[in-house]
């Protein structure tokens, strides 16, 4: 069918909060390239939302998918598990940075995993409350939304938020919030809202997603950590979006050294297929009771085929060092961007985890998301796919495969220069 057909499927038949405003569709795909129904070919500087790190259709990741599905599909691992699932848990408690002994649960997304992360943590702690962060993304289940440090689009028509669930500031310095200053609303939170001995889990990116690809400096995350460990509080690390080499290293936390109590990972850990794990220490993990983790499709033999390839290829194809490799040649390019256009600014980047921000000027710092999404349109229609963030609606964030080809991803960065030329 073409783009035009199955749009107008699409507008009779998709609920119009779930359904894309693209209105081409894809067809087939190949590392950082696709192409639609009608044929046009797309460069991929979107990987899915940071899914596809080690690109589409990764030849060992489909081998694996293949060969799983020769012998298994479905048991409910609850029901009769099965080695996949065990081996998955066995690698991630081995590569993660959790404190200790290490045990794992399975879920299907990133909104499932927050979720068990914090149910682990209450039962752990016997506490309810839960303190995330301004800007913060964590998904969009109930729970997941109410810590969500955004209201828009994720919260605003679908009524009362669950509780138990408290803000925090967010450093980031270019938009007024020092580290000092996060820190102090932090410890303000803590004492005019959720008091320590009610707080189970101080939950964090170390590298917001959403939000606008901020990193949290190291020292901070240190002093949360020395926070948690003050109080008996739990850190959990959302790394759903910034883990599985998406900053040059394995996991974001890993550029600070500190280690959490619990940690979600997510998205690219699959290449493609729906898969999520909450890793923690092993007397943590195992605070609740007999059958109280889990669900019908948690950690799938097919989803967990393709996890043990994807860390197979990190293993075999070094990934973390193509990552650093491609942050390197992404910030020489925005840095010449910022240095050339005027609404250019704020160029940041951990490995390829890169974005800059569109503003009015760099004197004002003034947010221009209208100009954010004039940009990432007018990249569609050139043949590159290009995603906005931010709080502020105004940051352009790169997310391509970290194995795009040379040549692709020249071609990708040129495209972004032309419509940074012609309008700005």
């Known amino acids: 069918m073409s783009n035009q057909e199955l749009q107008a499927l699409k507008e009779r038949y998709v609920a119009a909060g779930a359904a894309s405003p693209n209105e081409q569709f894809a067809d087939h795909a190949e590392n950082a390239e696709i192409w639609d129904a009608d044929g046009k070919r797309m460069i991929d500087f979107a990987g899915g939302i940071g899914v596809l790190n080690i690109g589409h259709r990764h030849p060992k990741v489909v081998a694996a998918i293949k060969a799983q599905l020769d012998k298994l599909m479905h048991t409910c691992q609850t029901v009769m598990p099965y080695e996949g699932y065990v081996k998955v848990a066995q690698k991630l408690a081995e590569i993660t940075p959790v404190r200790g002994n290490a045990k794992v649960m399975l879920a299907n997304s990133g909104a499932e995993a ?12 016997g506490r309810t409350n839960v303190i995330c962060f301004d800007g913060g993304y964590h998904g969009r289940t109930f729970m997941t939304m109410a810590m969500n440090g955004k209201v828009y689009p994720y919260q605003g028509d679908f009524g009362p938020m669950p509780g138990m669930v408290f803000r925090a500031p967010f450093p980031v310095p270019y938009h007024g919030v020092s580290e000092e200053e996060a820190l102090r609303g932090l410890r303000m939170t803590l004492k005019t809202d ?21 990193e949290a400096p190291p020292t901070f995350l240190k002093a949360i950590r020395e926070l948690c460990d003050e109080h008996g509080i739990l850190m959990v690390v959302d790394e759903v979006q910034s883990g599985f080499g998406r900053t040059g290293k394995m996991f974001a936390i890993e550029h600070s050294g500190v280690e959490p109590d619990i940690m979600t990972v997510a998205k690219s850990m699959a290449d493609g297929m729906p898969i ?149």
């Open 194 to 214: 959720s008091g320590p001995q009610h707080t189970a889990a101080i939950v964090i990116e170390p590298i917001i997603g959403e939000g606008g690809f901020y």
């Open 114 to 125: 927050l979720e068990n992360a914090v149910k682990i943590a209450r039962a752990a702690t």
């Open 276 to 424: 999520s794990g909450i890793v923690g220490t092993d007397t943590i993990m195992d605070s609740s009771g007999p059958n109280s983790l889990g669900g019908t499709y948690t950690g799938n033999p097919l989803a967990c085929a393709a996890a043990l390839a994807v860390m197979e290829v990190f293993e075999e194809e070094d990934i973390l060092g193509r990552g650093q490799r491609l942050g390197e040649k992404l910030a020489q390019r925005m840095e010449r961007w910022q240095e050339q256009f005027p609404n250019v600014d704020n160029a940041r980047h951990l490995g390829p985890m890169a974005a800059f921000e569109l503003v009015d000027s760099k004197q004002s710092r003034k947010s221009r998301p209208d100009l954010a999404a004039a940009v990432t349109k007018k990249a569609k229609e050139k043949g590159l796919i290009l995603l906005s963030c931010g709080m502020y609606g105004n940051s352009i964030r790169f997310l391509m495969p970290v194995t795009i080809e040379d040549e692709v991803l020249e071609e990708g960065l040129n495209i972004v220069e032309e419509v940074l030329k012609e309008l700005t």
